[in-house]
């Protein structure tokens, strides 16, 4: 294993020369390490590239990570990730993606996972995206992700860009069934001329379903960056999408949360606010012996946090 890829799986998957549980390793489009557990079996896709993850009913407590790395450039990776997760089970997935350029050839990965969550599954999902290398290509990240809750499934996502990543458009579609519940917190940081782009769809088709979509960015540089939410309420349920962003520099955030009730008990709700760091939180920090610059990459951390 090379230190490029050491050092992505660091980052991404918080990776410390070995993974507790059920693991792959892609790198450059190949499968470089695998490892299955009794309770969770990971397969390579015969018709296509990508793995198959299963999940027994009932499984608790374990976790599976699925790091996918590009450590070079002139790769353009794609996979097709499915996880089929058991009634009952509850555990974490990490599936985190860095992409690595030397030179000036792009570097891309573009992730499709799909999760399929039974009655009662529980799962919590960690996504952390990075961009690495001096190189002047292009360093690429599109993730999809497509989730299909049954009767009282729940699926928590927490997803990560900060630094790196100069172009990224992110899709998420979710179908919701009664009881079920999605929860998603989106944290991205972008500078120089960096762009990315976040779609959240969300159907909530079951009674008692609910969603809360939680984004927090910083645009800094010339970087642009656009988020559009929309959440579908198709029975009685509860909706909420919060689009929070700074912006610092030249840079831009357009943001454009949607809200469609389709039932009188749908109860649906978004918020957006873009704007620039207060320069009384400057000017405090300032007091405290931090410079200016110190004082709004401190600030931006705990915005991001």
């Keep these: 294993m090379n230190a490029i890829l050491q ?44 793995l198959e993850i299963r ?3 009932g499984t608790k407590g374990e976790s599976v990570s699925i790091p996918a790395c590009v450590t070079r450039g002139g790769v353009d ?34 992730g499709i996972h799909r999760f399929f969550l039974e009655k009662g599954a529980r799962v919590e999902y960690v996504e952390k995206h990075v961009g690495t290398g001096a190189g002047s290509g292009i360093r690429s990240i599109d993730p999809v992700t497509e989730a299909f809750l049954e009767e ?6 927490e997803t990560t ?24 917190r989106e944290r991205i940081l972008t500078e120089g001329d960096q762009e990315a782009r976040t779609e959240f769809e969300v159907q909530m088709n079951g009674e008692g379903s609910g969603t809360d979509l939680i984004s927090r ?43 469609i009730a389709n039932h009188a008990d749908a109860a649906l709700i978004h918020e957006a606010a873009i704007g620039k760091i207060a320069g009384e939180q400057i000017l ?15 600030i931006i951390e705990g915005f991001l946090r």
């Design 7 to 50: 050092d992505l799986l660091r980052a991404v998957s918080n990776w410390d020369g070995k993974f507790p549980g059920a693991f792959n390793i892609r790198e450059n489009g190949q499968c470089a390490q695998r490892q299955s557990t009794k309770n969770i079996r990971i397969e390579s896709k015969k018709d296509q590239s990508g």
């Design 55 to 57: 999940i027994l009913p």
């Design 77 to 110: 990776d794609l996979t097709y990730n499915d996880f089929y997760v058991g009634e009952g089970a509850d555990v974490t997935i990490i599936a985190g993606c860095g992409v690595h350029t030397q030179n000036g050839e792009p570097a891309r990965h573009s």
């Design 152 to 157: 009282n499934a729940q699926l928590r996502m």
């Design 161 to 184: 860009q900060i630094g790196g990543v100069d172009k990224s458009v992110r899709k998420t579609r979710a179908t919701l069934a009664a009881g079920a519940k999605l929860f998603i």
């Design 217 to 259: 960015s910083v645009a800094r540089g010339h970087s642009r960056q656009s988020y559009r939410s929309v959440i579908v309420g198709n029975a009685a349920c509860t909706g909420h999408s919060e689009c929070d962003a700074i912006i610092a520099q030249g840079g831009s955030v357009a943001a454009a949360p949607e809200l």
């Design 284 to 298: 405090k920090l300032e007091t405290l012996g931090l410079t200016e610059q110190e004082a709004e990459a401190q």
